[in-house]
């Protein structure tokens, strides 16, 4: 992750919203969402929380690579 790592996700990644208990998911976590589901503002959520959460997704063909041992392993 980089340094200056934000609320936007990295080349088409996903991220998780920080709140615990909160199970949103997005290429963006967005101001809206922190003052609907949560009544803060996004500043207040990562004071409080810290920043989003990258999540590893795998394309078919990567698990496909990885063989079937290894789905099975996970």
Known sequence: ??????????????????????????????????WLE??????EVGKKYGKPKRILTYSKNQIKARGAEWVNNT
Not at 15 to 32: D, E, F, R, S, Y
Not at 38 to 43: L, Q
């Open 38 to 43: 949560h009544g803060m503002t996004r500043d």
């Open 1 to 34: 992750m980089t340094k200056n790592f934000t609320w936007y996700a990295p080349n088409g990644e996903l991220l998780k919203c920080p709140v615990p208990g909160c199970h949103h998911i997005g290429t963006i976590i967005t101001k809206k969402h922190c």
